[in-house]
């Protein structure tokens, strides 16, 4: 199947053989599809807390000790999903035709003013005609112009203010001095892009670090990461053969957010907070952002220091009435229930590994209709039960129980989580063995216009984090602001 020179092509990327055989594999055995036992709601699965106990998480988040905080912003690739019905628009403007009223080119032409991209220099003032749509969206598109149909989501202008106009990636730096200070005064912030990008992202920077340090007293320290090459998975055939560009060689694709949890597994700090680069929202919400932020750090705290406790119990002090009181602590707090342990030394040692590991707390927002993967209770290979976070590709829509489950569901997955990466010893989790291999997931893709199949790594906030211990607590949908089409600037949380 493969050749020297494919050879040679997988180890210069920094994967072997052996890789790229199992995933051959998996293009050709699937993946298995996840046990639902039941949706995560708020009757079991999801904290919904009262205003007093946001406060007590609040209070929380701010007395207890870390080894560090961190930001963790995936903002790899371009924008071209955001603006692709804009291009669609375009390209009918320039075959001669116009758009209707409600098409979406149309709406962004006819509100221009209202985005914080707008310029009357380059704009011009708005008018009712074709052509001042052509040109509106080839400005905005095209090279001649704003080219922001080619550039990353991190460096496009976002918010409008009196003084100025702020990128997504400005609006996180205002964000993490909010919430996400460190002791001595620094913000630190991890920054996943592509190396292609790095130059925007550093002019993008540029521009406004050195304002936001003075005016909230705050020092910046920004390490862009980014996605190893040798997590690119590869391409095959309809018929599971390896898919093959041109000259012959092997056509590779980036595997996904699942990938990052390589840079994710090389972050120093202890907690850390991930948010996707598009999540951001206006000035004004900053409040509700930042409280909730530290809410689910306290909650994240919180549930860290029960389960050191524990731990140190159990190298110190281990009985029966403890392994009770963890298993009824496990399965409260967390959906965990195990299977009958054979005798008293195997039910210690598993209650040690389930509590041995890295810790999430993630935000779920009520279901109101917004793309999202879902909060679940699922059933693992060795019989225990756990809380995870599934797209609906992962779901078998045709198991009745499955189909249930998904209808049932009261809650998705905005990507608003914090993490603790260190043990109860103060040492380094190693996360990648923590990861689910059977948790990937496959897509139907095109090169060239020939058709292919895609295979993505274990999302990073499913099925890389799939052994980790996890909690769900209920924010509100205020926080979740995404802009994953052009026009979503247009929403109140994105306008003065």
Same mark, same amino acid.
């Given at each position: 199947?493969?050749? #020297? ?15 790229? =055989? ?38 929380? &988040?701010? @007395? ?23 291009? /669609? ?14 098409? $979406? ?14 310029? +009357?220099?380059?704009?011009? =003032? ?18 001649? !112009? ?26 996180? @730096? ?29 002019? /993008?920077? /540029? ?46 694709? +980036? ?63 281990? &009985? ?20 009958? /342990? ?15 590991? +890295?810790?999430?707390?993630? !935000? ?29 590709? #992962? ?36 996360? @990648? ?12 893709? &095109?090169? #060239? !216009? ?7 790594? $274990? !999302? ?31 929403? $109140?949380?994105?306008?003065?």
């Amino acid at each position: 199947m493969f050749t #020297q020179q494919d050879i040679r092509q997988i180890e210069a990327r920094g994967a072997d053989l052996q890789q790229i =055989e199992q995933q051959i594999e998996h293009f050709k055995n699937g993946f298995p599809w996840m046990k639902i036992v039941a949706p995560a709601t708020p009757e079991r699965g999801i904290r919904v807390l009262t205003p007093a106990q946001a406060d007590e998480a609040v209070a929380y &988040s701010r @007395l207890a000790e870390t080894h560090g905080k961190c930001k963790f912003v995936p903002a790899s690739g371009a924008a071209s999903r955001m603006f692709k019905d804009m291009f /669609a628009g375009l390209e009918k403007l320039e075959a001669g035709e116009d758009l209707p009223a409600d098409a $979406p080119g149309a709406r962004l032409a006819a509100r221009i003013k209202d985005f914080a991209f707008y310029t +009357p220099e380059l704009f011009g =003032e708005p008018q009712d005609s074709a052509a001042f749509r052509r040109e509106t969206l080839r400005k905005l598109l095209k090279e001649d !112009g704003l080219a922001y149909g080619a550039k990353p989501k991190g460096v496009l202008k976002f918010h409008r203010y009196p003084e100025e106009v702020r990128t997504a990636i400005a609006e996180h @730096l205002v964000e993490a001095q909010d919430y996400m200070r460190n002791e001595d005064g620094t913000c630190d912030l991890v920054v996943t892009i592509s190396p292609e990008h790095r130059t925007l992202f550093e002019q /993008a920077l /540029a521009q406004v670090q050195a304002a936001y340090e003075k005016r909230y007293g705050v020092r910046y320290r920004i390490h862009f990461t980014f996605q190893d090459k040798a997590t690119d998975t590869i391409a095959v055939n309809p018929d599971n053969t390896p898919f093959r560009t041109e000259d012959g060689s092997l056509l590779f694709r +980036p595997a996904g957010h699942g990938a990052l949890i390589h840079n994710l597994d090389k972050v120093e700090s202890e907690l850390v907070s991930i948010k996707n680069i598009d999540n951001v929202a206006h000035e004004k919400l900053l409040p509700v952002t930042s409280r909730w932020k530290q809410v689910l750090m306290g909650e994240a705290l919180r549930l860290r220091d029960r389960i050191f406790g524990y731990l140190r119990e159990l190298d110190e002090n281990p &009985s029966d009435a403890l392994c009770a009181e963890i298993e009824q602590f496990l399965d409260r707090e967390l959906c965990v229930r195990l299977p009958a /342990a054979a005798d008293a030394e195997k039910r210690r040692a598993r209650l040690r590994a389930k509590l041995n590991r +890295p810790i999430r707390v993630c !935000g779920m927002v009520r279901n109101e209709g917004e793309p999202g993967g879902g909060p679940y209770i699922i059933e693992g290979a060795d019989g225990s039960t756990s809380l995870q976070i599934l797209e609906s590709v #992962q779901i078998n829509k045709a198991d009745a129980a499955a189909a249930g489950a998904m209808a049932q569901a009261t809650h998705f997955n905005p990507v608003d989580l914090v993490c603790i990466l260190r043990d109860y010893k103060g040492g380094r989790f190693d996360l @990648l063995q923590h990861v689910d291999p059977q948790a990937g997931f496959m897509s139907s893709k &095109s090169y #060239q !216009g020939r058709e292919l199949k895609a295979l993505e790594l $274990p !999302g990073l906030w499913n099925g890389a984090m799939s052994d980790w211990n996890t909690l769900f607590v209920e924010v509100p949908l205020e926080t979740f602001n995404p802009v994953k089409v052009v026009l979503d600037l247009l929403r $109140p949380a994105h306008q003065v």
